[in-house]
C-alpha cells in the first residue's frame, strides 16, 4: 500500500464524517490559536519593553542619591538624599579612575510651572550639562541645544520638548521664544525631537535648561551642587559592568565609604531594568503558554476519543481489510495519518486563527502581537504530534484486532 | 482442450493436494472454560475441487472456514495450503497468505459502503502492491466475469443484495487465489439471487478454480461436486458416490 493510498483511506475516512471531524479538530485548534497569542503577546512585550528601554539611551547607569539598601536610620530614602554633587559628576569624567566611561550627565530635576503669554503648563523642569544630549540618545527638531559656555555663564536659555512647546505655543517653532520659568524670563533656544514616552515619563514633556542656571536661578535649595541623578554612559554594552563598578568605586572613595552596602548612592543600569522587565513579561508568557498547552492537551484527548471511536465503530471494516491481507501495519498507517489528519488540520486553522487575531487584537487591547515563523511553524507540528501521539493507543487497539471477532461484530 | 488440462489433473493424480487438515484441533478458552470446536480432522482438497461443508450451526464448520481461510490458527493438527505449512506463520505472513492464495466471500458481503464496486474490487490488490492503472484493469475484467461491467462506479447501497454478493465475488477471484472460501454465500439473497450466485461458482469451478462452500442447506450443497458432513466437531461420513473422496480414502 503506497503512502498516497494510505493518505487518501485515511482522508475519505475523516471527510465521510466532516461534522465529527471539525469537532475533534477544534480542541485542536483552540490550544493552537492560544499558544500562538500568548506567544506572540509574550514576545511582542518584551521587544516593546526593550524598544523602550533603548530609547532611554543604551549603555547607561543611573547614579542616584541615597541608598535603596537602607538599614539605619541615618540615611535618606531612595533619590531623596542630596549626597550626589556636581563633584562626583566631574570626577567620573576622569579616563584614568573610569577608563570604561565614556560621557557623563549629572541633572537636577523638578517639577515646574512654566508661562509664555497667557499660557501655563506644569512640567519637569530639569537641569543639565552639554552631554546629557548625546548621553540620553536624544536630538534637535529645532535651534541648538546648551553650549558648554551657556552652562558656564549660567544663560538664561531653555530647550523644550515638542510636547511642551506645543502645549505653550501651540507649535514647535519656537525658537527664540520667551518661557518663564520660577519667575526668571529664559530664551527658547531649541526644541528636542519627538521620543515618545516610555513607562514611566513622558519623554517629549519637559524644559531643559542649563544646569548652572537651574542651580542658582530656577531650582536653588540648600546645597546648590546637589544634583537629583547622573547618567553615566559606558563606552560599549561589554563595558558596562566595567564602568559600573569603576563608578562605585570612585563615589565610595570620594565619599570615604568603606563598603560598598554602606553607599549613599545607588547605580542601576538599563540592562538591570530590562532583566528586571523581561523576567517579568517571561514568567507571564510561560504561565500562559502553560495554560494553552493544557488546552492542547485536553484537545488531543479529544482526538483520542474521536479515534476510539472511530475505530469501535469500524471493527467491521479493519476486519474486513485484514481478510483480505491488510497487514498490521496498514491497518496502524490508516489510523494513524487519519488522527495525524486531525491534527493537522486542528494545527493549520488553530495558526490562522492565531494569525488573524494577532492581526486584530492589538487594536482591541493595545499590546502588540508578534507573530513569530517559528512559533507557527512549531505548533503545527506540535498539533500533528498531539494526533499521533493521541492515536497510538486506538491505532493499537486497531492494529491487535482478531480479524475474525472483527469481522463477527455487528 | 485436454492438454490444457492435464496440469489441474495431473496435480490431483500426483498426491499434492490444495488443502490439508491432518488431525486439526480447535479448542477455544475463555476463562477457565475450553470448547472444542474441531476434535481432530482429516480433510484433503484437491485442486478444482468444489466441496461443500455442510452441518449444523455449533458443528464446527464456521470454525473450519477460519482455520482454512487463515483468519484463525489450529490448537493441534497440521494445516497446508498449497503445499506450505500454515502453522507457526506470525500476523504479516498470515496476512500475505489471506491476500495472495484465499478469496473469500461472506454472507453479509462486507463490502466497504463508502467505496464504490470497482474500488472494493481493487482493495485486495492494494495491499499486494499491484500499482493502479493494472488494479484497475483487473478489478474492471473481474466485475464484467461476474456480470457487472455497467455498475463499476455504484456504491454498494445502490446495487440489489444479489449484485452485491456478485462485488464481493469478483473481489474473491481478482487475485487469482488458490482457493475460494465462501461463507453461507446465499445466505441473505433471495432464490433469484441464489439461483445466479450458484451458477457463478458453477462457472468458476468449471473454469478451473478450487471452491470451498461453507453452508446449511442441501439444496445448496448439492451444487457442489462433494459434501462433507461435520456435526460436533467431527467429520461424519463423506458423500461415497464422490470419486474424489474414494481417491482420498485409498490413500
Known sequence: ?410 | MAEAQTPVAGAATSGDPVIELVDAGKTYRSGSLEFEALRGIDLRIEAGDYVAVVGPSGSGKSTIMNILGCLDVLSRGRYRLGGQDVEDLDEVELARIRNRRIGFVFQQFNLLPSLSALHNVELPMVYAGVARPERVRRAREALERVGLGERLRNRPGELSGGQQQRVAVARAIVTEPTIVLADEPTGNLDSVATRDILTLFDELHDAGRTIVLITHEADVAAHAERTIQVRDGRVLEADAADPMVGRAGAR
Open chain 1, 1 to 410: 500500500m503506497t503512502w498516497l493510498e494510505t493518505l487518501h483511506t485515511a482522508w475519505t475516512a475523516v471527510h465521510t464524517h466532516t461534522m465529527r471531524s471539525i469537532l475533534t479538530a477544534l480542541g485542536v485548534l483552540i490550544g493552537i490559536a492560544a499558544v500562538i497569542l500568548t506567544v506572540g503577546l509574550g514576545l511582542g512585550t518584551q521587544q516593546n519593553v526593550t524598544a523602550q528601554i533603548d530609547a532611554l539611551g543604551s549603555n547607561l547607569l543611573i547614579v542616584s542619591p541615597g541608598s535603596s539598601t537602607s538599614t539605619s536610620g541615618v540615611r535618606g530614602g531612595f533619590g531623596t538624599g542630596s549626597t550626589l554633587t556636581l563633584a562626583d559628576a566631574e570626577a567620573l569624567q576622569s579616563k584614568v579612575n573610569a577608563p570604561d566611561v565614556k560621557a557623563v550627565a549629572p541633572q537636577k530635576s523638578t517639577e515646574l510651572s512654566l508661562t509664555a503669554g497667557q499660557e501655563n503648563w506644569t512640567t519637569s523642569v530639569v537641569g543639565v550639562t552639554p552631554s546629557w544630549l548625546a548621553v540620553r540618545g536624544r536630538s534637535l527638531s529645532e535651534g541648538s541645544f546648551i553650549t558648554a559656555k551657556q552652562n558656564a555663564d549660567q544663560a538664561d536659555v531653555v530647550v523644550l520638548g515638542t510636547q511642551t512647546a506645543e502645549e505653550l505655543f501651540g507649535t514647535t517653532r519656537v525658537v527664540g521664544q520667551q518661557v518663564t520659568i520660577s519667575g526668571q524670563s529664559l530664551e527658547v533656544v531649541g526644541v528636542l525631537a519627538s521620543a515618545g514616552s516610555n513607562s514611566s515619563s513622558n519623554l517629549d514633556d519637559m524644559a531643559v535648561v542649563p544646569i548652572s542656571t537651574a542651580a542658582s536661578q530656577i531650582i536653588g535649595g540648600t546645597n546648590q551642587d546637589s544634583v537629583s541623578s547622573v547618567y553615566v554612559e559606558a563606552t560599549s554594552q561589554s563595558t558596562l559592568s566595567a564602568a559600573d563598578q569603576e563608578t562605585t568605586n570612585l563615589l565610595l572613595n570620594l565619599h570615604g565609604i568603606a563598603t560598598s552596602t554602606d553607599a549613599d548612592f545607588t547605580v542601576s543600569s538599563q540592562d538591570s531594568l530590562v532583566s528586571t522587565a523581561t523576567a517579568v513579561y517571561r514568567t507571564l508568557t510561560v504561565l500562559l503558554t502553560g495554560i494553552a498547552a493544557l488546552s492542547l492537551i485536553v484537545g488531543g484527548i479529544g482526538v483520542m476519543n474521536i479515534m476510539l471511536v472511530s475505530v469501535t465503530e469500524r471493527t467491521k471494516e479493519i476486519g474486513l481489510r485484514k481478510a483480505l491481507g491488510a497487514p498490521p501495519s496498514a491497518i496502524r498507517w490508516q489510523f494513524l495519518v487519519e488522527a495525524a489528519i486531525l491534527g493537522l488540520s486542528g494545527g493549520i486553522l488553530g495558526a490562522a486563527l492565531g494569525i488573524g487575531s494577532a492581526l486584530a487584537l492589538p487594536g482591541v487591547i493595545g499590546s502588540p502581537i508578534v507573530v513569530s515563523a517559528p512559533a507557527v511553524a512549531g505548533s503545527i507540528a506540535v498539533a500533528v504530534a498531539v494526533g499521533l501521539v493521541f492515536g497510538v493507543y486506538p491505532v493499537a487497539r486497531a492494529a491487535r484486532l482478531a480479524p475474525i471477532d472483527a469481522l463477527r461484530s455487528e
